[in-house]
């Protein structure tokens, strides 16, 4: 009989799926329970989210505001009849998750916020922003309580990837710092997990 790989995938138990998933990864890397690791699950979270920032800040922001200026961004994208900002994208996104209570959280922060709502106020946020501000290229975790919580928290660094990232945050009225440069670390990506 011919089986293809959705049927496949469709017969074999979830826990048998996910035992031979993990079976090659480092122990502590897997959980008792054979779910996923707070770290590689916030790492995997990031990758979408990080992918998702890139391609519209240079797909779509950078192709049809700069170079063929057939639209403007705007912070007030529906009275301008104009694109929503990258950032405002990655937080309609997060308020979507939060809505469909999908077990994580992530949220765009940074040392110098344009828009207030965006500074860190945990501590585990400070110490993870200012940290890949000074060792860039590097991720930061650990683990916080809020609310009587635990979570797995990581932060990782949000890049300048293209001029219009540079130019918005250099140019804006309300901006704390006017120097960035493409690649610079502008803020952080902070992703909790409940554990």
């Given at each position: 009989?011919?089986?293809?790989?959705?049927?496949?995938?469709?017969?074999?138990?979830?826990a048998t799926l996910l035992t031979?998933?993990?079976?090659?990864?480092?122990?502590?890397?897997?959980?008792?329970?054979?779910?996923?690791?707070?770290?590689?699950?916030?790492?995997?979270?990031?990758?979408?989210?990080?992918?998702?920032?890139?391609?519209?800040?240079?797909?779509?922001?950078?192709?049809?505001?700069?170079?063929?200026?057939?639209?403007?961004?705007?912070?007030?994208?529906?009275?301008d009849k104009a694109l929503p900002?990258?950032?405002?994208?990655?937080?309609?996104?997060?308020?979507?998750?939060?809505?469909?209570?999908?077990?994580?959280?992530?949220?765009?922060?940074s040392l110098w916020p344009i828009?207030?709502?965006?500074?860190?106020?945990?501590?585990?946020?400070?110490?993870?922003?200012?940290?890949?501000?000074?060792?860039?290229?590097?991720?930061?975790?650990?683990?916080?309580?809020?609310?009587?919580?635990?979570?797995?928290?990581?932060?990782?660094?949000?890049?300048?990837?293209?001029?219009?990232?540079?130019?918005?945050?250099?140019?804006?009225?309300?901006?704390?710092?006017?120097?960035?440069?493409?690649?610079?670390?502008?803020?952080?990506?902070?992703?909790?997990?409940?554990?």
């Amino acid at each position: 009989m011919k089986v293809n790989r959705f049927q496949l995938f469709t017969t074999i138990p979830v826990a048998t799926l996910l035992t031979v998933s993990l079976a090659g990864c480092q122990k502590e890397e897997a959980t008792q329970s054979a779910g996923i690791a707070p770290k590689a699950m916030a790492d995997a979270i990031h990758s979408v989210l990080e992918a998702d920032r890139t391609v519209y800040t240079k797909k779509v922001i950078t192709r049809l505001v700069k170079k063929e200026k057939v639209i403007k961004a705007s912070e007030q994208f529906e009275d301008d009849k104009a694109l929503p900002l990258p950032a405002q994208m990655f937080r309609f996104g997060s308020e979507l998750v939060a809505e469909k209570d999908s077990g994580f959280s992530y949220s765009l922060q940074s040392l110098w916020p344009i828009n207030k709502q965006n500074e860190p106020k945990t501590e585990a946020e400070k110490k993870g922003l200012q940290y890949i501000a000074d060792n860039p290229g590097q991720n930061f975790y650990t683990e916080e309580e809020l609310g009587g919580v635990n979570y797995y928290t990581a932060v990782y660094p949000d890049v300048a990837v293209a001029p219009p990232c540079v130019d918005c945050h250099n140019d804006h009225k309300d901006t704390p710092k006017t120097d960035f440069k493409i690649g610079d670390v502008m803020g952080g990506v902070v992703i909790r997990i409940p554990i």
